[in-house]
């Protein structure tokens, strides 16, 4: 996923409203439709970024990748990290530039708007995939709106001061947030085009 860097141009609530109603058509196993979704917008970004000013990073929610990752998806995300830096103009060994570009996920990468997706506790992994595929075609119908979008795992991260900000009951747990807003062509980082795998490396026709 590219990240984005956003300029601050307002996003209406109705146009995000119209986009999460398309996109809950989204296949959901037994019609569950797993997600639920909170939206940030104007005057409420503002106030949840100030309040997320200066909190420390909290134990995550869950693993975003495994640990020890291994071949070939370990050089498949190492090679991503490597070209997105390359674009940023950050060298390897500027750990503290590295690590401020990570912390732009707490900002949003300045997108004026946002969504935060959750799920409930007791859901598997199969609606887990439901939420995959929801906030896919969210993705995809706000592309062809003329917005942007990043989605953002990095959030697990900060799950506890984002519940007490949006207080969204003890059995949902934060799965990601993402930024919405509209790309600037002019930030490199979202000329970034990531490598993709031949197709004969993961797919068999039997």
């Not at 409930?120 to 995809?140: C, H, K, N, V, Y």
């Not at 795992?153 to 003890?170: D, H, K, L, Q």
Request: hydrophobic content about 40%.
């Amino acid at each position: 996923v590219q990240t984005c860097a956003l300029p601050i141009s307002p996003v209406d609530d109705e146009t995000i409203a119209e986009l999460l109603r398309t996109s809950a058509r989204a296949p959901s196993g037994g019609n569950v439709q797993p997600w639920r979704i909170y939206v940030l917008n104007g005057d409420r970004m503002t106030e949840f970024l100030d309040f997320m000013s200066g909190r420390p990073l909290d134990t995550p929610e869950y693993d975003v990748y495994p640990a020890n990752l291994w071949e070939p998806y370990r050089t498949n995300r190492f090679t991503l990290g490597e070209a997105m830096y390359e674009k940023l103009g950050i060298p390897r060994e500027d750990r503290a530039a590295r690590l401020a570009h990570l912390a732009r996920n707490y900002t949003f990468f300045d997108a004026p708007a946002a969504i935060f997706c959750f799920v409930d506790r007791g859901m598997g992994p199969p609606q887990w995939s439901d939420l995959g595929m929801f906030l896919q075609t969210f993705m995809l119908l706000a592309q062809e709106a003329g917005l942007s979008t990043c989605p953002q795992e990095a959030w697990a991260a900060r799950s506890n001061a984002v519940r007490s900000f949006i207080n969204p009951g003890n059995e949902l747990m934060l799965f990601c947030g993402m930024a919405i807003g509209y790309k600037d062509d002019n930030e490199a980082v979202n000329s970034l085009y990531s490598d993709r795998e031949p197709l004969d490396v993961w797919a068999s026709f039997l």
